[in-house]
């Protein structure tokens, strides 16, 4: 379950985070001076966070052991984290 869970999760966030990006990206260029683009900082600050998260997010992993993990492994086929078009 935490592997599955850990792998939800970081899928998540990763939307999250391209959504964010995508705004920053549009607030910056719809903006017209300098004073317009606080918005964009707040949304690239919260992606920083996101990715922060993301980060830490492995240390909970890490609490699975390889036993652990080679127990469920068989049930994840071929597929893998690593498939995500978002990693």
């Known amino acids: ?18 959504h964010e990006l995508r705004g920053a990206r549009a607030a910056v260029a719809a903006a017209t001076s300098t004073h317009d683009l606080p918005p ?12 922060e998260q993301l980060v830490h997010a492995w240390d909970v ?3 699975l052991t390889p036993s652990e993990y080679s127990a469920i ?3 994840l086929g071929s597929s893998s984290g690593f498939q995500s078009w978002q990693y």
Do not use: D
Request: proline residues 3%; positive net charge; without cysteine.
């Open 61 to 63: 992993l890490a609490t």
């Open 1 to 18: 379950l935490l592997f599955i869970i850990q792998h939800q999760t970081s899928e998540l966030w990763m939307k999250l985070a391209l």
């Open 40 to 51: 964009a900082f707040k949304m690239l600050a919260r992606v920083s966070r996101i990715f």
């Open 73 to 75: 492994r068989p049930y």
